[in-house]
């Protein structure tokens, strides 16, 4: 199980979940409420699944491919541990994992 800890674009709101290996970030986060949309549902062709991943976390994720690359450049609050939550896959390995939501991006909860 990977502890995957949700951090809101204001840095304000925390929240942590427990998923299994093998399960995509950003089905996780809809799960749970978090505001990503994922509108092209992993097609890597809408951005709208953009979250900043923590920099340490981040050196541990298998590396974006180019077509991964290629969307971020056109998502808007990119940083340098910008990826794509519909294009990370929990692993074993993995014991934990901190995202943040990028800023601009509206809480659904509206918490
Ligand atoms: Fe569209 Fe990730 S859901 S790029």
């Given at each position: 199980m990977?502890?995957?800890r949700f951090i809101s674009a204001d840095g304000d709101d925390e929240m942590?979940?427990?998923?299994p290996p093998g399960a995509?970030?950003?089905d996780v986060a809809q799960e749970v409420g978090q505001p990503l949309e994922g509108t092209c549902e992993g097609q890597m062709a809408c951005s709208t699944c953009h979250v900043i991943v923590d920099a340490a976390d981040f050196a541990r994720l298998p590396r974006a491919s180019e077509e991964e690359e290629d969307m971020l450049d056109l998502a808007s609050h990119v940083?340098?541990?910008s990826r794509l939550?519909?294009?990370?896959?929990l692993t074993e390995a993995l014991e934990?994992?901190?995202v943040r939501m990028p800023a601009?991006?509206?809480?659904?909860?509206g918490r």
């Open positions: 990977t502890l995957v942590e979940v427990r998923a995509r970030l950003l940083t340098r541990h939550a519909c294009q990370i896959f934990s994992l901190t601009g991006v509206r809480n659904m909860q």
